[in-house]
């Protein structure tokens, strides 16, 4: 069955500083990996996602992540933060080897960024 | 193409009562996946629909809950006999269901209230 983790529940970065979010996956197959912002009282967002090729991948609002097959993980990183950036991030993923649509998420993780 | 839409944005039921979630996918879009947020936590699958068809239920509550996604209108998800603990944001999200590695759209959710 796959998985996701987040193990920070919250990460603060001051303004114009890199940040990172963690997260860390596990499936049987190959993985798709998605990250999600959600701003306060509305819904999900897409931000970017993985699927082959190019293990460095750019998103939306200057994002970026990068899928690491041996340590299985999928961080998601801005080389300099800004503070309309704080909101909830979800990493997510579906397994490749099992032909679903079925998208598991992590818990989140809240980022804080001050001026 | 209206993005994802769910009715009502909030609802208020007592303990008991029934509530009612609609969700209506993005025009072309034949899949829906059901997730519920609980204040300070992540997204927990719930349930994975194609038209008419349940896929994976495997996040649903064994009683009380249930969803449908018929041929014709939205899909459902339908809570019985309200608890407190019911309440929670219930999120919808549709994908085409023609690639796997698609991204979900999502809608910006129902806030269920059990007083």
């Known amino acids: 069955a796959q998985s996701v983790a987040q193990p920070e529940d919250q990460v603060n970065v001051a303004e114009g500083n890199p940040l990172t979010v963690k997260c860390t996956y596990s499936?049987?197959?190959?993985?798709?990996l998605f990250w999600y912002v959600q701003y306060p009282n509305r819904g999900l967002q897409f931000l970017l996602k993985?699927?082959?090729?190019?293990?460095l991948v750019k998103g939306s609002y200057g994002f970026e992540a990068e899928f690491n097959k041996s340590q299985t993980s999928f961080h998601l990183k801005k080389p300099s933060a800004l503070v309309s950036d704080s909101a909830l991030y979800f990493c997510?993923?579906?397994?490749?080897?099992?032909?679903?649509?079925?998208?598991?998420f992590g818990a989140g993780t809240r980022l804080f960024v001050k001026a | 193409n209206a993005g994802v839409m769910q009715n009502p944005r909030h609802l208020v039921r007592r303990r008991g009562q029934e509530a009612r979630l609609r969700c209506s996918p993005m025009?072309?879009?034949?899949?829906v996946y059901w997730y519920r947020q609980l204040p300070e936590e992540g997204l927990k699958f719930m349930v994975y629909?194609?038209?008419?068809?349940?896929?994976?239920e495997s996040g649903m509550p064994k009683e009380r809950f249930s969803a449908e996604f018929p041929k014709e209108g939205p899909s459902i998800l339908r809570i019985q006999q309200v608890v407190r603990g019911d309440s929670a944001a219930y999120f919808c999200?549709?994908?085409?269901?023609?690639?796997?590695?698609?991204?979900?759209?999502f809608g910006q959710g129902t806030r269920l209230t059990v007083v």
């Open positions: 993985y699927i082959t090729g190019d293990n």
């Open positions: 499936v049987s197959g190959n993985p798709y």
């Open positions: 999200a549709s994908s085409p269901g023609t690639l796997q590695g698609e991204k979900a759209f």
């Open positions: 025009k072309g879009h034949s899949h």
């Open positions: 629909l194609q038209k008419e068809n349940i896929i994976d």
């Open positions: 997510a993923v579906r397994d490749a080897g099992t032909g679903g649509f079925k998208t598991i």
